[in-house]
């Protein structure tokens, strides 16, 4: 069933487990996450980058909209690390969930503004919005940010930026990185802990992909209740795509479909246990979106 992103987050929160939301791209993607939540009686979030929606334009909102509201367990939509007012404007008009409004790449006062007009623009369509403080470096598609331009999320300045941008969830920067870890990551609890204390809204950790377990946990007992996963999962499809037409000598597009389907669940599966999120699917009232 298709529920409200922020109901998703905050039956997390009170329940002391998290949220994730997947990057896909494909209906082999949707339909990865669906059965894998599925299977895991689990909510889940089938997350949108705008490289993604270039490809598949609102038709792809759609599919994700209808697969989610078909789907056995709460479900949401998010459009993911959105710096384009106009393509937050056309995801909201297909009907995504909720947005991530990214202007960590801004000055702050200009983080400030354009996250301020987002939230308006997100809130008057009846959604929420996220928004990022502090700057992470990695590469996500052809968003690509260099470790010397990343900076970590200030808490003092994390109380300011949330009264006054009124966005619903913060991701923050504590270490993580998006894509491939070149060393052992390292998170900043204490900063966490720190800004978990200063604002009262759901916490998003993004760059989960090959995070270890333990400081998943920690994350989550830290106040996160919400981790993004990308890498992974497009690891997960080349992989199976390319072992499978490796191994046929006649290959055919249904079985390279399902290939990835099947893969992708592995990472997914994985990710649902070490966020505590197996069985919660019972949780909350769902009321339409
Ligand atoms: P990874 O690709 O590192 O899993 O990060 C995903 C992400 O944070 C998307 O916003």
């Known amino acids: 069933m298709l529920v409200p ?3 998703l987050l905050e039956t997390a929160r009170s ?3 998290a949220i994730g939301a997947f990057n896909i791209y494909t209906l082999e993607g949707v339909r990865a996450v669906v059965a894998a939540a599925e299977a895991a009686a689990s909510p889940a979030i089938l997350q949108v980058l705008p490289k993604a929606l270039e490809l598949g334009g609102s038709a792809f909102i759609t599919l994700c909209r209808s ?3 078909h789907a056995t367990v709460p479900m949401a939509v998010q459009l993911d690390h959105c710096a384009d007012p106009a393509v937050i404007q056309s995801a909201l008009d297909a009907g995504i969930s909720s947005v991530m409004a990214d202007g960590s790449h801004l000055p702050y006062a200009e983080n400030l503004a354009f996250t301020r007009q987002m939230t308006d623009l997100a809130h008057g369509a009846g959604t929420m919005l996220e928004a990022e403080l502090g700057r992470l470096s990695g590469k996500e598609d052809d968003w ?3 470790a010397r331009e990343a900076c970590l999320t200030d808490p003092e300045q994390a109380i300011d930026f949330v009264s006054r941008t009124e966005a619903d969830a913060l991701a923050v920067c504590i270490g993580n990185v998006h894509g491939k870890y070149t060393r052992p990551p390292e998170l900043d609890f204490d900063r966490l802990a720190a800004i978990a204390q200063r604002v009262s809204l759901p916490l998003v950790l993004h760059g989960t992909s090959g995070l270890p377990d333990e400081l998943v946990s920690r994350s989550i007992s830290h106040g ?3 981790f993004n996963v990308n890498t992974e999962l497009r690891q997960a499809a080349v992989s199976a795509a390319a072992a499978y037409l490796g191994s046929h000598e006649a290959p055919e597009l249904i079985g390279l479909m399902n290939a990835q389907i099947e ?3 592995v990472p997914i599966r994985e990710k649902l246990t070490l966020f505590g999120s197996v069985g919660q699917a ?3 009232q769902h009321p339409s979106p």
């Open 282 to 284: 019972a949780g909350g």
């Open 263 to 265: 893969a992708m669940q």
């Open 15 to 17: 329940g002391a487990f």
């Open 144 to 146: 690509e940010v260099d």
């Open 67 to 69: 697969s989610a509201h």
């Open 5 to 7: 992103t922020l109901e």
């Open 224 to 226: 996160i209740c919400k």
